[in-house]
């Protein structure tokens, strides 16, 4: 077919409904707010290591749809999550990214949480502990015993990630990634693993785009070093797997590193319970990526920011027994694929980032995931599992976003 006209670029594709979506769910603000509200506050979230934590007292803030966030390690050695608000006015408790509150800070007492408003105080399982002048200002109508914040639901699982809901009700998280993770369990937590890489970038474009990355290989047309390395009849044999809750993951098979010119081999440094130079992916809904890569593990989190724009944190890890010398030597394994100026990370940044400037643009247009290869690698089954569900949670098609839900089995998730 020749160039189209309007009527031809706007009409429907020829493919089935849950083929395609319809651009507005990547940047209409209605939309955008109705998942934060229906997806965000419901999902669990794994918003650090607890490696990022190693001692008591050690705290890192966050969010998540909008809430902020402050997770703590108390004396018992147990990590919890509350949310970062003094239950007083309101105020932000802790705006440092990470710290400690061991040592006492100009506005507040050694192993304390010391909101600088008020001087209110809070121990590390979230009881207040002080309020200033109380006696004088509540006399008895209102205790510290009262006045707590508020806990979040807060598990450390799979390898060690700290994982949040912020529902006190939610989907138990066995339940919820225990069966994609079943392909990496054993690696994961075989033995204590360590961040040793922490990089994060403000994209203008919407956090499912970024999954989309995450979850269909057909772009490794766009990777040199992907298709250099790892185009062989194993890698296009690789499957799709999809499970129960919009998650997906990604069979492995050995990339041929010593293929493009500068790199070597990492198999001396696989991970434990693994064939060396192997590529397994996890990819859980609605924006998580778990991507164990020969001698590393990334892991990549999204927190939505607006329709069109996404903060992306990255965190590479290894083993905690690493030498010296094994730690650098995985550091540069890990920086020289998915640093910031590594071979794949900035391309896949660069990819999302020009779909992110034509979305919110002219007329809704059709956004294709329509290929179908018998779930192997450049099938985008996972897409359309992930589309499946978010239609799911947000009751609106993702092709028709003013029309509701309406399940297709084609997508049916593995049991």
Not at 79 to 102: K, Q, T, W, Y
Not at 263 to 275: I, Q, T
Not at 324 to 343: A, L, M
Request: with cysteine.
């Amino acid at each position: 077919m020749p160039a189209r006209n309007h009527s031809q670029w706007s009409a429907n594709p020829p493919l089935a409904g849950d083929e395609w979506v319809d651009s507005r769910i990547y940047s209409d603000e209605e939309i955008f707010q109705e998942e934060l509200e229906n997806i965000f506050k419901n999902v669990w979230v794994p918003v650090c290591h607890e490696s990022e934590l190693p001692e008591p007292y050690d705290f890192r803030t966050t969010s998540i749809a909008n809430e902020p966030i402050i997770v703590t390690r108390g004396p018992d050695k147990e990590i919890r999550a509350f949310l970062n608000v003094c239950p007083h006015r309101g105020m932000l408790i802790e705006r440092r990214p990470s710290g400690s509150f061991l040592e006492g800070q100009p506005s507040g007492n050694p192993k304390r949480m010391t909101c600088m408003f008020h001087a209110w105080q809070f121990d590390m399982k979230g009881s207040c502990v002080y309020i200033s002048r109380e006696k004088e200002g509540y006399q008895d109508r209102l205790k510290k015993e009262q006045t707590g914040l508020r806990r979040l639901r807060c598990e450390v699982k799979f390898g060690g990630f700290v994982w949040i809901n912020l529902n006190d009700n939610p989907i138990p998280l066995e339940e919820w990634a225990g069966g994609p993770f079943e392909c990496l369990r054993k690696t994961l937590e075989a033995e204590p693993m360590e961040v040793f890489h922490y990089h994060k970038a403000i994209i203008n474009t919407n956090y499912k785009l970024w999954h989309d990355t995450n979850s269909e290989f057909y772009h490794d047309f766009m990777h040199y070093h992907n298709r250099v390395t790892g185009f062989t009849d194993a890698y296009f044999a690789r499957k799709n797997e999809a499970f129960e809750h919009g998650h997906v993951t990604v069979g492995t098979f050995e990339v041929n590193y010593s293929e493009y010119e500068g790199f070597e081999s990492r198999a001396e440094l696989s991970f434990p319970h693994l064939p060396p130079n192997q590529w397994y992916m996890i990819d859980l809904f609605p924006g998580i990526n778990f991507n164990l890569r020969g001698s590393a593990l990334r892991c990549d989190v999204v927190t939505p920011l607006g329709p069109n724009q996404v903060m992306i944190e990255f965190r590479g890890l290894g083993l905690k027994r690493d030498t010296e010398e094994e730690r650098n030597t995985r550091i540069n394994h890990h920086n020289s694929i998915w640093g910031p100026f590594g071979r794949n990370l900035h391309e896949d940044l660069v990819g999302v980032q020009g779909q992110g400037a034509t979305m919110g643009k002219g007329e809704p247009r059709r956004v294709l995931h329509g290929r179908q290869e018998n779930q192997t690698i450049h099938d985008q089954n996972g897409m359309r599992h992930y589309y499946d569900e978010w239609g799911k949670w947000m009751n609106r098609s993702p092709s028709f976003p003013d029309q509701p839900f309406t399940q297709r089995s084609s997508v049916a998730a593995a049991e």
